[in-house]
């Protein structure tokens, strides 16, 4: 679907019960010509908004083949497609190499190194325990499962249990029941893939969302940066932080929508690869700031499992921009790293 924009308009995306508002700046003046594109991919939306000022772009053409580049991720990487590359490395009871796409094994590349680095609180291998608690593509009915269960599936668990060679490009399992899930990745790599696709054609002003998770570069069609608001936890539309973001991707991870309750206690679907049951702190949202949408879509994952103080801790060690919405008593804290803080500022 397409359109085009002529004046103040703000767009919304939602991924994991996160809620995000685009508000670009009203000026008086002329302004350039603001084309969407829109419409579904991997179990969400999707929306590209390019400026069109400098070159003539054949929107026809163009929206054709950005479809066609996230088919071609969800083709590769969806546990919910029966004959995506995942599912069928997944079902393989093989530990031979087994041969995948490129962009399938950087993608795997991506996940296990911020595995690697998250020493495990990231996963890409989480496959078996999402499936067990009913998170997965074959969703069960909201239950506990038994704790021998959950140990059992535990122990199919383990990053290092998987190897990728992107130069092949294959995977090799060490163990036949390795389960892989990109749900935490894919949609930022998905944004990714657009972004490499407009470069190409010097598109040098767009906007690019899947699910919530983002991209950004240059100005909008007001000649102002592009404004990005992250929602409040306590919802009803309030705002906790907004702030323009300058040829940057952002990804957040939380857990105050998708969950369920059973006998008073709150289940969220971010599990703790490390434990194998969801995690319980205070910590409402993660959102991280990086050049690749990728990596910002894995790392907020992995510090919303580390937790607040621990994903705080790991964020100042890697200097990246990261900021955090804390439970405290009825109401929410706001935390952010140095990184997040001078970016906000322009700084670099």
Not at 101 to 128: C, K, M, N, Q
Not at 294 to 303: N, Q, S
Request: charged content about 20%; some cysteine.
């Amino acid at each position: 679907m397409r359109q085009r924009d002529t004046a103040f308009n703000t767009t919304f995306g939602i991924t994991n019960g996160i809620w995000r508002w685009i508000f670009p700046i009203l000026l008086i003046g002329c302004q350039d010509h603001l084309t969407t594109i829109s419409g579904p991919t991997m179990g969400t939306t999707f929306q590209v908004k390019i400026v069109q000022s400098e070159i003539t772009l054949d929107m026809d053409v163009l929206e054709r083949e950005i479809n066609a580049r996230l088919k071609e991720v969800n083709r590769q990487m969806s546990t919910y497609q029966d004959n995506s590359e995942i599912t069928q490395f997944n079902r393989s009871p093989s530990t031979d190499w087994f041969a995948v796409s490129s962009d399938f094994a950087y993608v795997l590349h991506i996940a296990r190194e911020i595995s690697t680095w998250s020493d495990g609180a990231f996963d890409v291998t989480i496959g078996p325990l999402v499936n067990l608690w009913g998170f997965g593509p074959n969703a069960i009915p909201e239950r506990v499962p038994p704790p021998d269960s959950i140990e059992a599936h535990r122990a199919l668990v383990g990053y290092e249990k998987i190897r990728v060679d992107p130069s092949a490009p294959a995977l090799k399992k060490e163990i036949p029941e390795i389960y892989c899930d990109l749900s935490a990745i894919a949609k930022g790599y998905g944004v990714d893939r657009i972004a490499s696709y407009l470069d190409s054609l010097g598109i040098n002003r767009y906007f690019i969302e899947i699910g919530g998770e983002l991209r950004t570069k240059g100005h909008n069609h007001l000649g102002q940066p592009w404004r990005i608001g992250i929602a409040s936890p306590a919802g009803q539309g309030e705002l906790q932080k907004a702030l323009a973001l300058h040829n940057m991707s952002m990804a957040t991870s939380g857990d105050y929508h998708n969950y369920f309750e059973r006998d008073g206690v709150r289940y969220s679907h971010t599990i703790d690869p490390r434990t194998g049951r969801p995690i319980t702190h205070v910590l409402a949202s993660v959102t991280v700031l990086h050049k690749s949408c990728a990596y910002a879509d894995g790392l907020a994952t992995a510090i919303n499992v580390m937790g607040p103080e621990k994903g705080f801790a790991f964020a100042e060690k890697h200097n990246l921009a990261v900021f955090m919405i804390v439970r405290h008593g009825d109401g929410f804290v706001e935390k952010m790293t140095d990184s997040f803080e001078k970016m906000v500022r322009g700084e670099k």
